[in-house]
Nanobody
Framework: QVQLVESGGGSVQAGESLRLSCVASEYIYRQYSMGWFRQAPGKEREGVACSDSDGSTTYAESVKGRFTISRDNTKNTLYLQMNSLKPEDTAIYYC????????????????WGQGTQVTVSS
């Protein structure tokens, strides 16, 4: 069964914004930490931001001040607001869930969405 469904990707110009959404099953949303990851062509998957069930958040240095991760508990939905996008943010973005805390390490997450493409042109 599908437990994480991402949406919101697209193609934008540098400096513009996008918001990604990830709808989770209720069990996953309530019990797991959730994060956003990305993988650019020819590169390893990397952590972007994560949100724990206690409200704490962690960001990769490359996105601090530009990206914001948040949750809507009424919709079991995780968001990633991406502002001031740069061409180097171009990647497939994945939502993931895991029994971890404040981790941006992809291997520690065991439930993954299908990914959504984000393309930023200069």
């Amino acid at each position: 069964q599908v437990q994480l469904v991402e949406s919101g990707g697209g193609s934008v110009q540098a400096g513009e914004s996008l918001r990604l959404s990830c709808v989770a099953s209720e069990y996953i949303y309530r019990q797991y930490s959730m994060g956003w990851f990305r993988q650019a062509p020819g590169k390893e998957r990397e952590g972007v931001a994560c949100s724990d069930s206690d409200g704490s958040t962690t960001y990769a240095e490359s996105v601090k001040g530009r990206f914001t991760i948040s949750r809507d508990n009424t919709k079991n939905t995780l968001y990633l607001q991406m502002n001031s996008l740069k061409p180097e943010d171009t990647a497939i973005y994945y939502c993931a869930a895991g029994r971890v805390y404040s981790s941006l390490l992809p291997y520690q997450y065991d439930v993954w969405g299908q990914g959504t493409q984000v393309t930023v042109s200069s």
